[in-house]
C-alpha cells in the first residue's frame, strides 16, 4: 500500500495535566497550523476539564478535539463517567480507547475497550484505540502476540465504514525517551496492517496507524517517515506549543 494513502494525524495526549491558563498553549497550536499549507491533520486531547473549553475557544481553527476516555453506556447511574454521546454533544471528534495507562492503571480489559470502542461508533466519535507491549514482552519476542490479542480482543467484529485509528505505544517507550528502532517500528505497523486488511478489507487498508512513545521534535520526522506509519500519538512533547508544533511542522511540505 502506498505511504501516502491515509492522511497524516498528529495527536497530543495531554494525559491528567493543563489549567484553563494552559489553553494558551491550544491557541498558539492552533495559530501555527493556521500558518501552514497542506499539513497534518492536528488533534488535542486535553482533559475532560478543558474539553468544552478548548472545543468552544477554537471552534473556528482547524484544530480537532478528543477526550481520553469514555464509558461504554449511553446514561446512567454511573458516578464520575462521561459517556461517548456526551464527548459528542460537546463536539469531540476522537476518543483515545485502551491507552495502556487505563488498562494497567484501571484494569481495563480488552472486552471492556472493545465495548467503548463500539459506543464511540455508535456516538459517531473516531476512536483511537491502543495496543503495545512491555518491556518484558518485548525482550521476550512476545510483542506480537500481545498486540494481536489486543487487536483481536479490542476491536469489534465489525466496523462496517466507521472511520478508526489505532495507536502503537510500546509501554516501555512511553515517557521514558527509549524509542524503538525503524525496524521494530516498521515491523509491527506492517503487521497491524496486515491484521487491519484481512479483518476489515478496503477500511483496514486505510485506517490511520500511529506511533506513540517519546516522540520528540528531534525524531519525529524519522518516525514519522517509516512505512504505514501515518502519525503519531504525543504525550509530553504535546504540552507545550512550542514542542508540539515542532512535531507538526515536520510533516509540513509549505509555509502559507
Ligand atoms: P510520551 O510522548 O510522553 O512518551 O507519551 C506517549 C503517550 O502515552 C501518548 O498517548
Redesign the pocket.
Known sequence: MPKSTPKTLIAG?W?MNGRRENLSEIKSVSEGVQATKQGPEVLVCPPAHLLGLAIDAEKDSQLHFGAQDCHAEEDGAYTGDISAEMLADLGAKYV?LG???RRQGHNETDSQVRAKVKAAVRAGLIPII?VGETAGEQTRGRTVARISRQLNGSLPEVLGEARFVI?Y?PIW????GLVPTPKQIADVHAMIRGRLSDRFGTNGETTQILY????KPGNAAELLAIENVNGA??????LKATDFLGIIQSQVSEVA
Open positions: 495526549n494525559k483515545i491507552h495502556s495507562e491502543c495507536a505505544e517507550a512511553i515517557g521514558t506513540g512513545g517519546s516522540v500519538l504525543v504525550g509530553g512533547a504535546s
